[in-house]
């Protein structure tokens, strides 16, 4: 969940300890850390387990499926060093972003120290009651409606942007189960994850064709 911002467990220990009780050697050397704590980025190990479940399904030797993983691994650490210098040099780093949010903020609870959270603790004991209970009540009672990532998600920034295709999804979904029935269901929902494979493909397709280019082309992400 790439947007949901300022909930990594730095942030969590600040809320629940503060950072009165952190050394400010232990701030500074935490900075670095702000870059994958800061947010949630798109995890790597959805990824590479589901790759493995095809893999088995389809008989591959999920032995050299491993090893390609972590050659891309390797390939793609040194790719992402080098075109993150690339870009910070052509373009800054600071105006960018790079390192100036991370510090400013470890430099503002060194110089106001700040206490523990109660309000924001509260808030999580709240969410994370409101998910378990979501969660009991959808594997207990069939026609419960509500889905226990549906309250997460719902703060997730770019979500906006999102909430009418999972509407739409959500109402052809209701409407195919209610009127043809799970086997209707079943039957349609190639259809649907074709849509989807289908976006990403030419989304992906038209973005390496503007990189081969100079062009502007088809803009996946509109926001």
Same mark, same amino acid.
């Given at each position: 969940?790439?947007?949901?911002?300022?909930?990594?467990?730095?942030?969590?220990?600040?809320?629940?300890?503060?950072?009165?009780?952190?050394?400010?050697?232990?701030?500074?050397?935490?900075?670095?850390?702000?870059?994958?704590?800061?947010?949630?980025?798109?995890?790597?190990?959805?990824?590479?387990?589901?790759?493995?479940?095809?893999?088995?399904?389809?008989?591959?030797?999920?032995?050299?499926?491993?090893?390609?993983?972590?050659?891309?691994?390797?390939?793609?650490?040194?790719?992402?060093? +080098?075109?993150?210098?690339?870009?910070?040099? $052509?373009? @800054? #780093? *600071?105006?960018?972003? /790079?390192?100036?949010?991370?510090?400013?903020?470890?430099?503002?609870?060194?110089?106001?120290?700040?206490?523990?959270?109660?309000?924001?603790?509260?808030?999580?004991?709240?969410?994370?009651?409101?998910?378990?209970?979501?969660?009991?009540?959808?594997?207990?009672?069939?026609?419960?409606?509500?889905?226990?990532?549906?309250?997460?998600?719902?703060?997730?920034?770019?979500?906006?942007?999102?909430?009418?295709?999972?509407?739409?999804? +959500?109402?052809?979904?209701?409407?195919?189960? $209610?009127? @043809? #029935? *799970?086997?209707?269901? /079943?039957?349609?929902?190639?259809?649907?994850?074709?849509?989807?494979?289908?976006?990403?493909?030419?989304?992906?397709?038209?973005?390496?064709?503007?990189?081969?280019?100079?062009?502007?082309?088809?803009?996946?992400?509109?926001?």
């Amino acid at each position: 969940m790439h947007g949901i911002h300022y909930f990594g467990p730095f942030q969590f220990f600040m809320a629940a300890a503060g950072s009165r009780k952190l050394a400010n050697q232990t701030l500074t050397a935490a900075a670095p850390f702000w870059t994958f704590t800061k947010q949630f980025r798109n995890h790597p190990m959805p990824y590479i387990l589901e790759s493995f479940k095809l893999a088995d399904r389809s008989g591959m030797d999920t032995c050299k499926l491993g090893r390609v993983i972590m050659l891309s691994v390797v390939v793609s650490f040194i790719l992402t060093f +080098w075109t993150f210098l690339q870009f910070s040099y $052509k373009w @800054g #780093g *600071i105006s960018e972003g /790079r390192g100036i949010e991370a510090y400013t903020t470890i430099a503002r609870w060194l110089v106001r120290p700040v206490e523990p959270d109660m309000q924001s603790l509260g808030a999580i004991a709240v969410g994370a009651l409101f998910v378990f209970t979501n969660t009991t009540l959808r594997l207990r009672l069939l026609w419960w409606p509500l889905h226990p990532l549906a309250y997460p998600i719902a703060g997730y920034a770019a979500f906006r942007h999102l909430w009418f295709p999972f509407f739409i999804s +959500w109402l052809l979904k209701w409407g195919i189960l $209610k009127h @043809g #029935g *799970i086997q209707t269901y /079943r039957r349609t929902f190639p259809f649907f994850l074709g849509l989807v494979l289908g976006d990403f493909t030419i989304g992906s397709v038209w973005g390496i064709i503007g990189l081969i280019t100079g062009e502007p082309t088809y803009a996946f992400k509109q926001w």
